[in-house]
């Protein structure tokens, strides 16, 4: 068996409230095995600055921005997971998430203009990606405007639609709620197990 790198992203800028709670479950799962490393930031802290749409890395290959975004480009590269966890604000993902997002720019620039690998040939197809999100609203389409979001952030970081994973809960929305959901913890343990079976099997194929 191969080690296994996570990356834990906390998109909210509420600190332990249910989106992280939802993140810290799956990251305790997946921890039970010993050869799961995990790396969580929290994004509210990482210095992650506006992307200015300025394009200068359609021709750079990288931002000319210096800041949280240099560290956190590398783990994203690095990793074989990679979950985002982020509250639906006013229909959308949070602020925070969506900085994130939009700085990604530097890998679409990678992908489509520059022609270059984002990631090395072999790992193309074995990386997975998880969205973790909640919300206080209990409609149906509350999450409906963050998921072409998220498709387009891990399209281009080479995760396909067939590896990213969803785990979204509405009507929870004061800090905590979501500890008294009646299936949440035992769906995240499902899922957390779920994703650790398949990293073992792709990385090790």
């Known amino acids: 068996m191969v080690p296994i790198h996570v990356l834990a992203i906390a998109g909210s800028p509420r600190r332990h409230g249910n989106s992280e709670i939802l993140l810290d479950w799956v990251i305790e799962g997946m921890k039970s095995d010993p050869l799961v490393h995990v790396n969580k930031v929290i994004l509210n802290e990482a ?34 997971c990679i979950i985002l966890s982020a509250p639906i604000y006013c229909m959308g993902i949070c602020a925070q998430a969506k900085a994130l997002i939009d700085r990604a720019q530097v890998f679409r620039s990678r992908k489509y203009v520059l022609k270059l690998p984002v990631v090395p040939p072999g790992r193309k197809g074995k990386r997975l990606g998880v969205f973790i999100s909640t919300a206080g609203q209990d409609w149906d389409y509350v999450f409906d405007a963050a998921i072409p979001t998220i498709k387009c952030f891990f399209h281009v970081i080479e995760v396909k639609d067939r590896d990213i994973h969803y785990f979204m809960v509405n009507q929870v929305d004061e800090k905590g709620a979501v500890l008294n959901h009646p299936t949440a913890r035992n769906e995240v343990s499902d899922l957390s197990r779920l994703l650790v079976h398949t990293l073992q099997e792709r990385l090790s194929g």
């Open 47 to 80: 210095d992650i600055q506006p992307c200015q749409g300025c394009n200068s890395c359609e021709r750079l290959n990288r931002c000319i921005k210096h800041d949280g975004m240099e560290v956190l480009e590398k783990e994203i590269i690095d990793a074989d």
